[in-house]
């Protein structure tokens, strides 16, 4: 089953979805962003999804405030170990728990 997540909610709208991501690292960590900050990694891979060719498997949705994991299965075992420490979907989950994100119910 596919699986929309929503960006963690934020007081105002966000010019473009790399302000917004960056934005709720700093408000959750308190720190500058750093490059294996999960909402960075996850920004970077969502970006670098059509350019590598697995936008059939997760990508931002229309208006880049939310995406959408359609092959659970293939982006855990072929997609999540490059950008995260983690094999299993359930981390994967995990993480997107800890961040604040969504899972939006259709």
Not at 20 to 36: A, C, E, G, L, T
Not at 37 to 63: C, H, N, Y
Not at 73 to 82: L, M, T, V, Y
């Amino acid at each position: 089953p596919t699986r929309i997540f929503c960006l963690p909610p934020l007081l105002g709208r966000r010019e473009s979805r790399s302000s917004f991501i960056m934005d709720h690292v700093m408000k959750r960590d308190k720190d500058p962003p750093s490059s294996n900050a999960f909402p960075t990694r996850l920004f970077a891979m969502l970006e670098e999804s059509p350019k590598r060719g697995f936008e059939d498997v997760i990508a931002w949705q229309p208006g880049g405030e939310s995406f959408r994991v359609f092959k659970p299965d293939r982006f855990a075992a072929e997609i999540a170990g490059d950008f995260f420490a983690l094999r299993k979907y359930k981390s994967f989950l995990r993480q997107l728990n800890i961040y604040g994100y969504v899972l939006h119910h259709r």
